[in-house]
């Protein structure tokens, strides 16, 4: 649809929210990102059955993982959108960047 929304948001395609490993949650904020979310299927419309819930239970894990490592656990997240609701997943990536923004970067400069 074309729609604008924030220049420092990196989309990663997968064919299913379901084979979005714990490690693919993990390396980017090893690698500096302040956040990273998965937009996955509406609630009890995904193609594979359950790949979104299963992407949840990991979104879960890595939120109390990196939260006992002192990381606020909201620079994590799932969201769903369905392919049809672009206008919302551009809002999404919008109000993921305003929230993280807030929260200020994940690594200090010094």
């Known amino acids: 649809m074309r729609?604008?929304?924030?220049?420092?948001?990196?989309?990663?395609?997968v064919p299913c929210t379901g084979r979005v490993d714990v490690l693919h949650l993990l390396k980017p904020l090893k690698q500096g990102a302040d956040g990273v979310y998965v937009s996955g299927c509406l609630p009890g419309e995904c193609h594979y059955i359950s790949g979104n819930l299963k992407?949840?239970?990991?979104?879960?894990?890595?939120?109390?993982?990196?939260?006992?490592?002192?990381?606020?656990p909201e620079r994590v997240g799932i969201v769903y959108n369905s392919a049809s609701m672009g206008p919302q997943f551009a809002q999404c990536c919008r109000d993921i960047t305003e929230r993280l923004r807030a929260l200020g970067p994940i690594y200090s400069k010094d």
């Open 3 to 13: 729609l604008p929304y924030p220049t420092n948001v990196r989309i990663v395609q």
């Open 55 to 72: 992407a949840a239970k990991r979104v879960a894990r890595v939120q109390k993982l990196i939260e006992a490592l002192g990381v606020e």
